[in-house]
């Protein structure tokens, strides 16, 4: 308002400033005798145009700075709209950038840092307490969880925040997806805590929540409610049968109420239940057992460091009952999914390769733009000439051009939010439901994310756009404004920071591309390793024998009877039983051998296993020496041991194994009696274990699964072996899965890596190659005079090709050879993860340098023949 | 683009100039202006008179001349530039520079081949 006001002002004053000057001249030849007529033509003749002189001083007049910045926008988006192509490209250039950019942040920003899912989290804490030291103590889940008198203790004692106990567990009810329940146990002042309301009936009372075993009672989520009981109004009092155990249901939580934690929970049920979640390891009984998560509510008088200070003395106090040698760290964090002290710091580094790796694209994206820029910029040298000498400030233009930077980046920007999302939910939905289950990151954008995507963007703009627009106005204006085609003599210092941009992008494009080779390469490796043992035709069949309440004889009997019975169908090569589920997850150990005198080895790390009868049979692992196990051994009390042959040949060299003796469990002496063939792991990181099998016996039957080596009748030996357990156990749910499945789930995380590495480079590729060829293109368009002066004089047209591509091309190998360099050092960084491929690996190296150098050479060509095509005269002529 | 204006007739700058010269002697309106400057030039200076306004709107914007709305002689309402000192010393300025270049184009222009 105010400004249009002003605007009419200035209008009004200079319409009666130019109307007194032509009046006084009309008075004046009126008095000098003309006819009033006359005097009006003279005056207006002498005067000149009013409205082009009225359009001089517009023109000149300062603006607000917003009606500065609209005309400049305006301007921008003209200037954008005559040059489509250079504004598309320059656009998509940066939202590719800005998309993997804000991709990675937002995946992070939505495991480690976003707000929990709760009511007014601002006021949430996540406390952690590790302890270190020389008494025992176990740990359950993170090295950051207390035990129940721990959690006790602090809760009673804690005046600066509420605390609140969590843990997750998996519960077996016909009710449930796939026959399991997510169940979070809880304090009873964790639902409240986090503000969630009872849609039907109550939450726990302290008492539910106060003696362990007492009483079993369920909350349900509003989904299970909805889901499993058809939200039906009179479920409170009902009972539902979980680990066999009937629950009574007192009520529902509001549908919001998706718990602190990544993983949505299907049922609450109250901590003190814990050793009916996990019988036979009875937790809440331990005092030097954590298992217990904590969640505080800061109270409104206190802050960050009182709690601190607090919970420090109160974490260690809890510990002087049972944990005296132990000293506790007790860290508060803000309320996030995955913001232990552990994550954040093993985390960094891969987080920082993978930002670099983002960056990365970024800036190729970048320098494709100031490459498109300059390009552009000599093309409006003229217009800039012009501006400029008609009075335009220097500043001014440079405002003029950053503004339509930031209009490029701008736009770029949402664009490459839009895409991020779509990268980010792509990412979340490759990882397989059973690795995260039904989790509840929320990946939409909030403010935080908004403001860090505009951010990049307009650094980005502003990295893009200030050097070519200095460049423009730094110029000397006259040579431009005489020659028509706003080319000028290339001078000395222009053409190396084109070259040094080209150098960069090469450099950078060819350390992305080796290394997403690296990881294909890997993964490639990993695909077609030698396991040593069979990944296909194996069926795995797991039951929760535990939390279906077996005793470990009961779980014995089932599992030897299954066994035994599969062995003898048709096309099924042995059948046997192991506590680890093969690829997937591994048991360690600290070994020790025990020579013939008695003396023992330092302790070593170990893989180790516990195998049922025919277990190397099942898996087809070659027995070397010796023998495996049989049905005898499990049922014996002998003390023996297989070995694999990296065991064999580390411990005992070219001395027979067989008969010597090795320790894995204080105080068990085993004989070693047969040696196997080396098995590999698929973990990311992991080096080749030696191994350690011995047999299945007592209480590890509770954790078993049952291995079925077949000729290829999958359907038929699945169906067989369900129909098997059902016949002994009708209410046991068994599942059985290919151990292809297991494969593939160990190779997930390399899967993911190589497919992104593959992704960044492939991308980072199209852009320098697009950034290459605008460029050469350019730079050759610039030259057409000279080339066409040199054919005119008769030079050879190869040579001249020849001149045009090396200097073209030069840039682009010398970025090539730093960049094999920084590959090299990535590939260093990654070393962990490559399953043996080396980090200079010759292949991939040379491959990916001479696809970089082909593309180069592609994209210089093609102008390089054009030019030559052209007929000289008219290169000339076009002056 | 625009043509040649009878402006180019003048060195840049020294519209300018004039217009300071003129203002120094007291306030005058833009049409005063005019008139002083064809009486001190002695008519010498044919410019378009509508390109006189620019060049005021540009000293102004310079705070080389500050303006004010007053009565003509003809009992109108007209806008009076005076000079500021920050305008005084430009003035001061441009016609020692001016001077000095003056005095070297004629020397160099007075410069007989035996100088050379």
Known sequence: MWRLFRRDRFERDMDEELAFHLQSRIDDHVRRGLSPADAERRARLEFGGVDKYKEQIRDGRPLGPLEDLGRDLT??????????????????????????N??????????????LPVKDPGTIRNVFMATHGSDHRGTFGTPYVVSYAEFLYMRSHARTAELAAIAEASLSCACGMNGTLAAQLVSDNLLPLIGATPVVGRFFTPQEAATPGATPVVVLSWTTWQQRFGGAADVVGRTVVMNRTPFTIVGVADERATGPLVRRPDVWVPYTMQALTRPGEVLISKPTVGWIQMIARRKPDANDAAMRAELAVLGQQSLLPHNPHRTAIVTVAPG???NY???????????????VAVSFVLLIACANVVNMLLARGFARRREIAIRLAMGAGRMRLLRQFLTESALVGLIGGTVGLALSQIAARMVVASIPADQIGAHQLDLSPDWRILAYTLAVSFITSLVFGIVPALRLLRTDLMPSVKTDRGDLPTSRRRVPLQSVLIATQATVSLALLVNAGLLVRAFDRAVRMDLGQSARNVLIASMNLRQEQYTAERAERLLTDVRDNASRWPGVIAASMTTTDPFV???????????????????FQVACDRVGPDYFQALRIPILRGRGFTGDDIRSVSAIA????????????DRNPLGQHIEIERGRDLEIVGVVAPTQVLQLGTTKAPKVYTPLRGGSFLEAKMLVGHHGATEAVASALRQRAAELDPSLVVSVKPIEQNVSTALMPLRILAGAGAALGGLGLVLACTGLYGVVAFTVSRRQREIGIRVALGADRSSVL????????????????????????????????LFGVSPIDPITFATTALGLLGAATLAAIVPALAALRLDPMIALRDE | MASRDNDAELLPGTLEMLILKAVSLGPLHGYGILLRIEQISGGALAIEQGALYPALYRLQRQRLVATAWGTSDSNRRAKYYRLTTAGRKRLREETEWWERLVAAMGTALRATSEEV
Do not use: K, Q
């Open chain 1, 75 to 100: 301007y921008a988006w003209r200037s954008l709209r005559r040059t489509p192509v250079f504004a598309l490209t320059a656009i998509i250039a940066i939202a590719l950038g800005v998309a993997v």
């Open chain 1, 102 to 115: 804000t991709g990675l942040v937002t995946l992070v920003y939505a495991l480690v840092l976003r707000p």
């Open chain 1, 336 to 338: 996030a999914f995955l």
């Open chain 1, 341 to 355: 002290p552990m994550i954040m710091s093993n985390g960094a580094p891969v987080m920082a390769l993978l930002f």
């Open chain 1, 585 to 603: 997850s591994a048991c360690g150990m600290v070994a020790t051998t025990i020579e013939a005198t008695g003396s023992r080895s330092p302790g």
């Open chain 1, 642 to 653: 297989v070995i694999d042959e990296w065991l064999a040949r580390e411990r005992f060299g």
């Open chain 1, 802 to 833: 020849r001149m045009i591509l090396g200097h073209g091309l030069r840039p682009v190998v010398a970025g090539c050879a730093i960049g094999l360099l920084l590959a090299a050092g990535g590939g260093h960084l990654i070393r962990a993860l």
